[in-house]
């Protein structure tokens, strides 16, 4: 039996509609009728690695960063290949000299920075002590 689940069924056109678990996801290779591949990714990714980076936070040391918001942005191929993200993270909480040890920690734990190739890894910056 599977870990995951999902049903997706293209009827015409572009769009694609997903049964993910109880919960519906519409995706259009488009952009018209919903989020692109490409940037339903990005999203992706941005959400795995915010709960990867409190738990980070929190192995070293931080027990409430309060508010944290990612800036996500990428780069495409003439193909429309993805070719880069960045992450600009902003954190409440000050994480003074712990900033990158909190980062790798959360490449580690985060899912979707492990599916990833390499190349395509987000470049990440941290802004701490944010007035979120």
Not at 16 to 28: A, C, H, K, Q, Y
């Amino acid at each position: 039996m599977s870990d995951i689940n999902v049903t997706s069924t293209c009827k015409e056109s572009y769009t694609t509609e997903s049964v993910v678990g109880n919960f519906d996801l519409v995706i259009d290779a488009t952009g018209e009728d919903g989020p692109d591949p490409n940037a339903t990714l990005v999203a992706d990714y941005a959400s795995c690695f915010i709960p990867a980076f409190r738990v980070g936070a929190n192995k070293e040391g931080f027990e409430d960063l309060g508010t944290v918001q990612v800036e996500s942005s990428a780069e495409l191929d003439d193909g429309d290949d993805l070719t880069s993200i960045s992450f600009e993270i902003h954190v409440e909480a000050d994480l003074g000299d712990s900033v990158d040890d909190v980062v790798a920690r959360a490449e580690d734990i985060c899912h979707v920075h492990s599916a990833l190739r390499e190349g395509l890894h987000a470049d990440i910056t941290v802004t701490d002590g944010a007035d979120l």
